[in-house]
């Protein structure tokens, strides 16, 4: 047992600390026999009847327990985590929290034209399918969503990484993992918006039924993209995500999380996400969530002179540039994203270097949860608007 004095801090120094304990303890294993990772019980020690102090503390937990649901989630390895799976696993956490649950499996996907989606899954033997979970409590005014990329395991598909390249690729899914995290907070921290998340998973395999490249693929609502590079496949999976939530569910301002591009990584390491925005007020209430959550983000810019990138001669975009003139891959990537969001105030997070620490680094082994802060911080300042 390990107890600690905080007497006499304020609320948000409780919190920190108790938020900071919490997730510096977190390890995961798949061994018979993990070792044990310091204490099993801490004791903290607050002024008796200090009710903002307990709130601290309850607070912390429970962003703890919904970072350390994505960071479970993401390190899981994909001979387990399915498609199915990560939906099975949605589907708990909503019913621990409250939330509504919808799962649109390959047959309902088709019907409904959501063909990113059914592309990038269509080699593995692994069914592709769009998470949907909802939080809706009364008297909500905004409606807010979050879309996450859940690539259960990229291979690349058929435009095949190397060995290399694949070994973190069970994380590709730590932007949906994010999502589902937050969105299993929300009741526990008292949001007063409405909030819909959604999952939009496969596995990008390769197999004699894989999507080729140069291969059109329609999407949700009808717009066509021609796929160049099988291994660019995020984007594809959140265009219909994107077109889903603007024509069916309407929302008032959507924002989405993906380990998109290498890119990303190149130009902000491995400790920071990169933000692109359409409203400049969106993109500073995400920053200023960003530095009370301790999730930096950079603003980066979303440079329209690049949108002849996405020029396709046989359909409406090209998932990457045909020329082979140097790439801004991560600005690129977002661009792609903006077509699918009908002008309304939107946010994308490319989170792939912050999602997964190094080997080497000081940070907690594997997946980070890098985003779930972010998101909760976020909506917690909406709440109090």
Known sequence: MLAAAVLGQPAGAVRAF????LLGSYHFSLASKAPSNGPSEVRLLVPEGDERAAEAVTTARTVAEAVGLARDLANMPSGRKTPAWLAG????AAGASGLTVR?????????EGFGGILAVGAGSAQPPCLIELGYRPAGARTHVVLV????????GGLSLKPN???KAM????????AVIA???ALAGLGAAVRVTGLVATAENMPSGSATRPGDVITHFGGRTTEVLNTDAEGRLVLADALAYADTVLEPDVMVDVATLTGAARVALGGTMGALYASDDGLAGALLAAAAEAGEPLWRMPLVDDYSDALDSPVAELANVPHSSRPRAGSI???????EFTGGRPWAHLDIAGAARSAPDSGDVKGATGFGTRVLLAWIGGLSSA
């Open 332 to 338: 690129e990537a977002a661009l792609f994203l903006r």
């Open 89 to 92: 696993e949605a589907a708990r």
């Open 18 to 21: 108790a938020e900071g304990l």
């Open 170 to 177: 069970k994380t590709d899914m730590a932007g949906g993992a």
């Open 182 to 184: 937050a969105m299993s």
């Open 164 to 166: 290399e390249g694949m």
């Open 103 to 111: 799962v649109r499996e390959p047959a309902e996907l088709a019907a």
């Open 148 to 155: 996450g990329k859940g690539i259960t395991f990229d291979s």
